[in-house]
């Protein structure tokens, strides 16, 4: 299910205006606890002390704890469950932040309710000079084409308007956007995106992926106030829904600065592990002193890269080795020639960086394969694939292979499977969202969710890899039920090998004697509520480094 701006509101309300503190020492009792240990076995505890640095000195039974905690503040939970702090391997932090300052189009079911949420925010918010929305799917409105400058015309007319579909690979604009731009018949097609033209050759409003960078180059960059904002609406939205650390994909110098900031003056309420975007001026700038791996008690860290492949399956943008089942006349879209993609994965990993590539077609898995097969494995480095999501079958041993960990997102084969098959026929489909292929073969998936593209909440994420349906539980039985996970790997690949994809497995991902106490409070019992429920469970408190900084 999309992320809802009705999160924000939420966690604002509920959230505590400052973090709670504890002192001298804390312990946690009565709990319902569960933690997997250093073997991955899932062990239970009732009871849990941390140091007033936040780091765990005892966990186990209320007499193995008590004598290590003399002294401690106690808080009794009363039989509520705690688990570790929920981990998101793949999101994107400051997007998360925007859409509350955008038009919702996640919601629409049709075109017009699309078009009357537009004009409502636009008549609502006279002063903004662009228009801005996110999260429209022409799939969910049955539309059968792309939505058209001519219709957003309709309702925004007097300034430029940029709704992004909610894959974030496509932007639906307005004429006045176009014009801005400079995108006329003449204007060529970039490398990696495609301008849609009707029939007589003129730009018809739909822009995808590389084609974007158009309006990015005339759309002014947010503010100051503008992105802390953003930072401070996305930091309470994760810390509502349990998420103690994320990994950011794809950050600039200018988030570099907040989130160090952020981190100096103990407002990174979410640790951060982040990619810096592309191997451009940004990297040239970050990298100068090499991969920063641990800032602020752990938590920022910037000692990776983001490099993009392709685009993405809803907009045709993913690229296929073969033609696309329910549109023959294309293949989709490689941004790179296969040398630039070894050239940048080789030059990020040179510099001590983690490379992680995004990738969804299996045309783009596989060019992104070749790239590290030419560098050589380099399983210590743990470099990954992002999203892994439409993989030939011969190409899936290759990951174990070279040592490619898959960051896959499971609410993404709930949300796709209504144009998926379609996209890619029955035959790719078998190497499609294969969570189970990988796991089968040794892989470690680390679990995300692509926030904004779907929402935040890891439980949402766990619901879909484990019953492989979406949240009204559709299909009966799951979609392509053989490649779901078990309850305990679910929650493994959004802890503990979250953490191990991002080098921090020492530090955070699970409940252990000199980690942090990085934990999560629920309403209800994971491994004891019905599957079909475990979308629904609700975070009651959220603490990081032993601070609360959550409570509903």
Excluded at 372 to 390: D, S, T, Y
């Amino acid at each position: 299910m999309p992320f809802r701006r009705t999160l924000f509101a939420a966690a604002a309300i509920a959230a505590t205006s400052c973090a709670i503190a504890a002192h001298a020492g804390t312990v946690i009792e009565n709990a319902n606890g569960y933690t997997l240990n250093a073997n991955n076995q899932l062990v239970r505890f009732t009871a849990l002390a941390f140091d007033d640095k936040g780091r765990i000195v005892a966990v186990g039974s209320a007499r193995e704890v008590a004598r290590k905690a003399m002294g401690y503040t106690r808080i009794d939970l009363h039989g509520k469950t705690v688990l570790p702090g929920l981990i998101d391997a793949h999101g994107h932090v400051f997007g998360l932040g925007s859409i509350a300052t955008s038009a919702e189009l996640y919601s629409s079911t049709s075109l017009q309710g699309a078009l009357d949420a537009i004009g409502k925010f636009a008549q609502a918010n006279p002063g903004r000079a662009w228009v801005v929305g996110n999260g429209w799917n022409q799939e969910i409105w049955k539309l059968g084409r792309f939505p058209t400058a001519a219709e957003l015309d309709a309702v925004v007319a007097d300034r430029p308007a940029v709704m992004h579909r909610v894959d974030g690979h496509a932007m639906w604009v307005n004429s006045k956007a176009l014009q801005l731009a400079g995108i006329g018949k003449d204007t060529k097609d970039p490398a990696g995106g495609k301008i849609d033209r009707d029939a007589n050759g003129n730009a018809t409003g739909l822009l995808v992926d590389n084609a974007m960078e158009f309006i990015d180059k005339v759309m002014p960059p947010p503010t100051e106030a503008e992105a802390r904002g953003m930072l401070d609406g996305a930091l309470k939205a994760l810390s509502s829904v349990g998420l103690t650390s994320v990994h950011d994909a794809g950050i600039d110098a200018k988030s570099d600065r907040l989130f160090r900031d952020y981190a100096d003056h103990g407002k990174l309420t979410t640790r951060v592990y982040a990619m810096i975007m592309d191997t451009g001026a940004d990297f040239d700038q970050l990298s100068k002193n090499g991969p920063l791996k641990s800032y602020a008690n752990d938590l920022y860290a910037l000692s990776a890269v983001k490099l993009v492949s392709d685009g993405a399956l809803g907009s045709r943008g993913a690229a296929l080795i073969e033609p696309y089942s329910d549109d023959p006349h294309t293949r989709g879209l490689l941004f790179y020639t296969d040398g630039d993609v070894q050239q940048k994965i080789a030059k990020a990993a040179k510099a001590g960086y983690q490379v992680n590539v995004h990738a969804i077609g299996d045309a783009g898995n596989k060019q992104v394969l070749d790239g590290f097969a030419k560098l050589g494995a380099q399983p210590e480095m743990r470099h990954r694939m992002e999203h892994a999501q439409v993989v030939q079958l011969k190409d899936i041993p290759r990951f174990r292979q070279l040592g490619i960990v898959p960051s896959m997102q499971p609410t993404h084969a709930t949300s796709d499977q209504n144009m998926a098959e379609q996209r890619v026929g029955h035959e790719r489909i078998k190497g499609a969202y294969a969570w189970r292929t990988f796991l089968k073969q040794g892989s470690r998936i680390a679990c995300g969710s692509d926030f904004p593209i779907e929402s935040p909440n890891p439980f949402q994420g766990i619901h879909a890899a484990v019953t492989r349906q979406d949240m009204s539980n559709f299909p009966a039985g799951g979609w392509y039920r053989e490649q779901a996970m078990t309850l305990q790997e679910a929650f493994r690949c959004f802890t503990i090998d979250a953490a191990w994809a991002a080098h921090q497995e020492k530090a955070i991902g699970s409940l252990e004697t000199g980690k942090w106490a990085d934990f999560v409070v629920t309403d209800r019992d994971l491994f004891t509520v019905p599957a079909a429920e475990i979308g629904k469970i609700g975070v009651l408190e959220t603490w990081v480094s032993g601070k609360q900084v959550y409570k509903k």
